[in-house]
T-cell receptor, first 121, second 114 residues
Framework: GAVVSQHPSRVICKSGTSVKIECRSLDFQATTMFWYRQFPKKSLMLMATSNEGSKATYEQGVEKDKFLINHASLTLSTLTVTSAHPEDSSFYIC?????????????????FGPGTRLTVL | KQEVTQIPAALSVPEGENLVLNCSFT??????LQWFRQDPGKGLTSLLLIQSSQREQTSGRLNASLDKSSGRSTLYIAASQPGDSATYLCAVTGSGGGADGLTFGKGTHLIIQP
């Protein structure tokens, strides 16, 4: 299997506080994990690539000091939204990359967590 | 920069019809293409993954094709059912393989009328 969990599933916080979201690959090791964000009625946008043991790579327009990513082990990546503001309210979803065996080839597939809905008041 | 476009944005059809969702991408140097389903307020359910060397994949009533050179993919849903109502997302991975994130289209919002 390839199961990815996220915690919490839903969080409501006051403006100015920090929120940590955990992403875990439960039954496989993931060197690479990804964080996405989805605003209401919009599609998912890649925020950053999280690599175990190294600094995350952020997409253009994503503030690395605001969205802190730590990938301390092969099964856990965390996203911390620092000093959250109402405009950070969104659906945050992670994925973990797993190497699979196809027909005569190996390939990587991303498996997604269930997402975290963040509401900043 | 890769861009993924999905047509139509919304579709409403009676139960039992066969339908086709379209996806196009601007950079043909992809590693793979995936179709997902997303129910309102929920996460993603992976439907089909097509590797760049493949032409199509099938799962039950779903069939996805890939024409990498023209930058197009289609998702064919046979004998649609009300339970198929959801938003369908197309996404591609860059040629970097496991090191690249997915670029998503905006989705097709599908309603199957009972």
């Amino acid at each position: 299997g390839a199961v990815v969990s996220q915690h919490p599933s839903r969080v409501i916080c006051k403006s100015g506080t920090s929120v940590k979201i955990e992403c875990r690959s439960l039954d496989f090791q993931a060197t690479t994990m990804f964080w996405y964000r989805q605003f209401p009625k919009k599609s998912l946008m890649l925020m950053a690539t999280s690599n175990e043991g190294s600094k995350a790579t952020y997409e253009q327009g994503v503030e690395k000091d605001k969205f802190l990513i730590n990938h301390a082990s092969l099964t856990l990546s965390t996203l911390t939204v620092t000093s959250a503001h109402p405009e950070d309210s969104s659906f945050y979803i992670c994925s973990a990359s797993k190497r699979l065996a196809g027909v005569g080839v190996y390939y990587n597939e991303q498996f997604f967590g269930p997402g975290t809905r963040l509401t900043v008041l | 920069k890769q861009e993924v476009t999905q047509i139509p944005a919304a579709l409403s059809v009676p139960e039992g019809e066969n339908l086709v969702l379209n996806c196009s991408f601007t950079d043909s140097a992809i590693y793979n293409l995936q179709w997902f389903r997303q129910d309102p307020g929920k996460g993603l359910t992976s439907l089909l993954l097509i590797q760049s060397s493949q032409r199509e994949q099938t799962s039950g009533r779903l069939n996805a094709s890939l024409d990498k050179s023209s930058g197009r993919s289609t998702l064919y849903i046979a004998a649609s059912q009300p339970g198929d109502s959801a938003t369908y997302l197309c996404a591609v991975t860059g040629s970097g393989g496991g090191a690249d994130g997915l670029t998503f289209g905006k989705g097709t919002h599908l309603i199957i009328q009972p």
